[in-house]
């Protein structure tokens, strides 16, 4: 069996589950409305849960069973989507997503200028460390012209974080 | 007739140096605008009315409408060079037109995106000005009802989005539509699936999503793809300008794009967002080579920018004649007009001509300047895909990250973007299509509040949907469209059935 | 190659922990790619750092430190006292740009900017979501602060008393209230009914015959008003059909292509329609008549219900906020309403002029929030 298929009947019954949560969820957790109503707020995510449901069983049979004709042909006609290699450098991947949670972590807390060099630097260092002169000046250029174009001509406010206190 | 006093007016005030210059400022800061992600049309304009206190009404307006324009043309530059979506209307551009790029054709992308802009911008100001009370007083007859046909027409676009499995199209629509309902129900103002979370009360933004599924996770997707292939970056194949065989192939998908656009964004009221989604339907159904959309059609570039720029084009006329907003940017510039002491409605094109035909020449100077402004820019903007890969991604990151805070200068929105990039990456990998969710969430919570609201209005009774003759239709529309693939079936079985009378 | 990865990572965490916790400004992480920590950071992580803020995690900007000069006070600025102020001012919009609170939020920086009452720089910072509830709970972040305002109206109140909210808005403190609105019946231009009585008589035959729009949801001010009238005039508001739009345009459209029978909206935003005479307004929710365009349309007592309905709109300073500051604030915002920058924006936003100091305010504050109670327990909205 080939990683693809596998992926694909994980993937179906990951949202067979998530489709029965949400269904489940939809007569539990919605309130009763105290205005006169036709149909309630509960109504229309009932009718999605269904819907999922149903597709996500389909999607379940069809990742177990493999595609009916009816779309192997409608994918021959369509030509097959631009296919993904299964390769992952997870090593690089992990860090990066690791580097963009830490950054929406100190965005605030450190203000925009600085969180945003200190992400730049680090996504730097992690992919390609050859031009790390040009790419600091780049970085500082970058996230400090951006702080004070969105601040100054744009008045639109971003953190200033710890800069608050020089005025900026 | 006095049409061309008129219009001789209106350029008699549009064409003074003062006005040519503000005009200039408006399409000039709109693209701007619009190329930073996060700050739309709707931002950008409350945060300049208070420049334009000290100008006199028409040079207001003019900058203003510069900056609308602007900013919906310039939302596209993102979604064409890096996937990353400026506004909710240019998702859709996304589809064909980062496919484009990658394919080196970024240029030809960016050029059919402006000109396709600057057809429909000219077409809506045409319409405004000949027949722009007529369109508006047409509009009022689209009430609930025909809202809800239309969004219900709209969703059978999802087919054309769908990649192999239709399964898994219409499976990613339903997860849209229940993202939509995340948020304070609006008809009964109960919270749904909000976990008390105070940020989920208004919904999830839909940038946040979009930003998320497509630049994200195409970042993730080249993180992947590192080590094996450093340093590569986008080439540049073929000229930067369309050639002969893009004319020929923009040129009727102009047309479809700004007619449809014009017709559910302008008329309608549907919104920018909505119009470029069945707009780019539309193409699917219609065009010559629609077996190519989606891996980088320019049919999939033209139709729908030349729709979002119709749409706003008829938000306009909403406002100017009616005094009513067609859309939240012109709701704003509603808000501004009145500050400025002029009452849009009936009475603006009776009480105040100088103003309305002032306008109405300046949106097309702003259009034409739009054009020559932004043509040039087009060799520069490629310029971007010049950059090494590693900074790109790291710069698509930074950029994402600045578009989606600025939105609603919140931080869970950040985490929530970078969940849906996972999210949107492992969607890639199973080959299921993102599209059709941010299609299930424009069109949703349009939908399930057309519904409900026709609903009281009839009382319960189903029967409004088909008893109007737009909302029947619409509905007819939708019904023909989803099963216009199965007619022949229809065709190869009556043969079957009556072989015998059908060949004689 | 991995190793190398791992350790710059670390540094990357390094710094950002050491200087989020930093109490004061660590002045920009030194840009050093060396894969040791940088000497400059490292001494700061501090033993405070965690004290500062109990509910949040610390950040830096928050613990206001009365080191800094107080600049001169000149010309137009008001005395400073105790030193206020001395930094920079921001004000909460709890909605994005273009909505009410947004645009009171502006209007307010632009006159203390313009006539010269605030001497240093001021911000607006939209923090949108939640019926405002995101806002609130921003500002509930900045407990004596004084140096964050934020504005708000009636929903204030109500999503408190539906329990949107999380946080208890009489915490803050109130400094004044600037301006209010009304809420107004339209009905189509050619609409059978003439008068305010036509409607209620209709409403009293059939509850839900006549169908009304608004632009927000059930038990916000739109249904409310409605149904504070309607359970005056003996009407039962639970029987009426209340039909919600997004925004007042879509409203307008639905009332102009006749597919309600009218439509509770503010004063402000109804002032074109009814000049362009596309809609007949019935009444209007204020004590007194209105001037200018609305200076025909009879008050809903004047038609014979005793009922008013405001939508006001005030300004309030963080929970905690210092005595001195909210006695500075008290008087500024006081100076404000009587400039010239002030009263013509009003003029231009059609708000009308309804200032009151602080202390009226939050009495004022306590009998909308009864009044509130009791209406949106008649009406179920609280349970």
């Not at chain 2, 510039?333 to 020449?361: C, D, E, R, Y």
């Not at chain 3, 292509?257 to 209007?284: C, D, H």
């Not at chain 3, 204020?286 to 939508?311: C, F, H, I, L, Q």
């Amino acid at each position: 069996m080939s990683n693809d298929v596998k992926e694909n009947r994980i993937a179906s019954v990951v949202l067979l589950l998530f489709s029965a949560t949400y269904f489940a969820m939809a007569f539990f957790t919605i309130g009763q409305p105290a205005s006169k109503q036709i149909l309630g707020p509960d109504a229309f995510p009932k009718a999605i849960g269904i819907l999922m449901i149903v597709l996500s069983a389909a999607y379940v049979a069809q990742s177990f069973r493999g595609m009916s004709k009816e779309d192997e042909a409608r994918a021959a006609l369509i030509g097959a989507d631009e296919k993904l290699s299964s390769y992952v450098d997870v090593k690089t991947v992990g860090i990066m997503l690791g580097l963009m949670l830490i950054y929406a972590f100190i965005f605030e807390r450190l203000g925009y200028p600085i969180s945003t060099f200190l992400m730049f630097m680090a996504g730097v260092l992690v992919l390609d460390r050859r031009h790390l002169v040009r790419d600091a000046i780049i970085g500082l250029v970058i996230s400090f012209g951006l702080h004070f174009a969105f601040t100054f001509l744009l008045r639109v406010q971003l953190p200033a974080g710890p800069l608050s206190w020089f005025g900026l | 007739m006095n049409f061309f006093d008129n219009l001789a007016l209106g350029f008699g005030v549009a064409v003074t140096p003062m006005n040519l210059v503000l005009a200039f400022i408006g399409v000039f800061l709109g693209t701007i605008i619009g190329v930073l992600p996060g700050i739309g049309p709707m931002t950008g304009i409350a945060l300049l009315i208070p420049i334009t206190f000290g100008l006199e009404p028409t040079s207001a307006i003019i900058l203003m409408a510069g900056i609308y324009y602007g900013a919906m043309y310039g939302g596209s530059t993102t979604s064409i060079l890096v996937n990353a979506p400026g506004e909710s209307s240019s998702v859709v551009t996304c589809f064909d037109g980062y496919q484009m790029a990658k394919k080196g054709r970024a240029g030809p992308a960016l050029a059919a995106a402006a000109i396709g802009s600057f057809i429909a911008g000219t077409f809506a100001t045409l319409v405004l000005m000949l027949v722009g009370p007529a369109v508006a007083a047409f509009a009022l007859n689209f009430g609930p009802p025909e809202y809800f046909s239309l969004m219900f027409a709209g969703l059978t676009v999802v087919t054309s989005l769908a990649g192999r499995s239709l399964v898994k199209a219409l499976l990613s629509t339903t997860i849209g539509l229940a993202i939509a309902t995340i948020g304070i129900d609006l008809q009964s103002g109960v919270p749904r699936y909000t976990f008390r979370n105070p940020e989920l009360l208004d919904g999830l933004e839909f940038l946040v999503v979009a930003i998320g599924l497509f630049a994200l996770s195409e970042v993730i997707v080249n993180l992947c793809n590192m080590n094996q292939a450093v340093q590569e970056r986008l080439e540049i194949k073929g000229g930067l300008w369309m050639s002969k065989e893009d004319w020929k192939r923009s040129i009727p998908a102009f047309t479809r794009g700004t007619l449809s656009g014009f017709f559910v964004g302008g008329i309608a009221g549907a919104g920018a967002a909505v119009a470029s989604f069945v707009s780019y339907g539309l193409e699917k159904k219609m065009c010559k080579y629609k077996d190519e959309l989606g891996q980088g059609a320019i049919e999939g570039v033209a139709a729908p920018e030349a729709a979002n720029n119709a749409a706003a084009g008829g938000a306009m006329i909403h406002l100017l004649c009616l005094g009513i907003p067609g859309s939240g940017t012109t709701a704003i510039m509603l808000g501004a007009l009145l500050m400025i002491g002029l009452q849009p409605g009936p009475l603006l094109f009776v009480q105040n001509p100088q103003f309305v035909w002032g306008l109405i020449a300046s949106m097309y100077i702003g259009n034409v300047m739009l054009l020559v402004l932004n043509l040039p820019l087009v060799g520069m903007w490629v310029k971007i895909l010049d950059i090494p890969l590693y900074l790109l991604m790291v710069f698509i990151i930074l950029f994402s990250f600045l578009g989606v805070y600025t939105m609603n200068n919140s931080v869970q929105d950040l985490f929530l973007m970078v969940g849906f990039g996972v999210i949107g990456y492992f969607l890639r990998r199973l080959d299921i299509p993102a599209a059709p969710i941010i299609l299930g969430m424009v069109l949703g919570d349009l939908m399930e509040q057309a519904m409900r609201q026709s609903l009281m209005i009839s009382d319960g009774s189903l029967a409004i949907f088909v008893t109007r003759p737009i909302s029947l239709f619409l509905l007819l529309l939708a019904v023909i469209s989803i099963t216009n693939p199965y007619w022949k079936y229809i065709g190869i079985g009556w043969r079957k059935l009556f072989g015998r009378s059908a060949a004689a | 190659m991995f190793d190398k990865k791992v350790v710059l990572f670390a540094l990357f965490a390094l710094i950002v922990i050491v200087a989020a916790c930093a109490p004061a400004p660590t002045a920009t992480p030194v840009p050093t790619v060396a894969p040791k920590p940088t000497e400059a950071s490292k001494p700061t992580v501090a033993p405070t750092a965690a004290a500062a803020k109990p509910t949040d995690a610390p950040k830096p900007t928050e613990a206001p430190k009365p080191t800094t000069a107080p600049t001169v006070a000149t010309g137009l600025v008001p005395a400073t006292k105790g030193g206020y102020p001395n930094k920079a001012l921001e004000i909460v919009a709890p909605a994005g740009a273009g909505g009410g609170w947004d645009t009171l939020a502006r209007t307010v920086q632009r006159s203390l900017e313009t006539e010269k009452l605030y001497p240093q720089p001021t911000t607006v910072v939209n923090k949108v979501g939640g019926g405002g509830g995101v806002g609130l709970a921003y500002i509930f972040t900045k407990k004596a602060d004084d140096y964050e305002l934020v504005v708000y109206s009636p929903p204030l109140i109500i999503n408190t008393l539906n329990k949107t909210f999380e946080n208890d808005y009489k915490e803050l403190t109130p400094l004044a209230k600037l301006i209010t609105d009304y809420q107004v019946i339209l009905v189509k231009a050619d609409s059978p009914y003439k008068t305010m009585g036509d409607l209620m008589a209709a409403l009293k035959k059939d509850p839900g015959a006549v169908k009304f729009a608004g632009a927000s949801s059930p038990g916000s001010m739109d249904h409310l008003a409605i149904a504070k009238l309607a359970k005056n005039a003996g009407i039962d508001p639970g029987k009426m059909s209340y039909i919600a739009f997004n925004d007042v345009g879509s409203g307008l459209t639905a009332l102009l292509g006749g597919n309600v029978g009218f439509m509770s909206t503010g004063v402000g935003e109804a002032i074109p329609q009814v000049e362009a005479k596309t809609v007949r307004a019935l009444g209007v929710s204020s004590a007194e008549r209105r001037g200018g365009v609305m200076k025909d349309v009879p008050t809903w007592k004047e038609s014979g219900w005793n009922v008013t309905y405001e939508v006001w709109r005030g300004i309030f300073g963080a929970p905690g906020m210092s005595a001195d500051a909210k006695a500075w604030w008290g008087e500024t915002l006081k100076r404000m309403s009587a400039t010239k920058t002030w009263k013509d924006s009003l003029d231009k936003l059609q708000w009308v002029d309804a200032y009151a100091d602080g202390d009226s305010f939050a009495k004022f504050l306590d009998e909308e929030f009864q009044s509130y109670k009791v209406l949106m327990t008649d009406t179920g909205f609280i349970k």
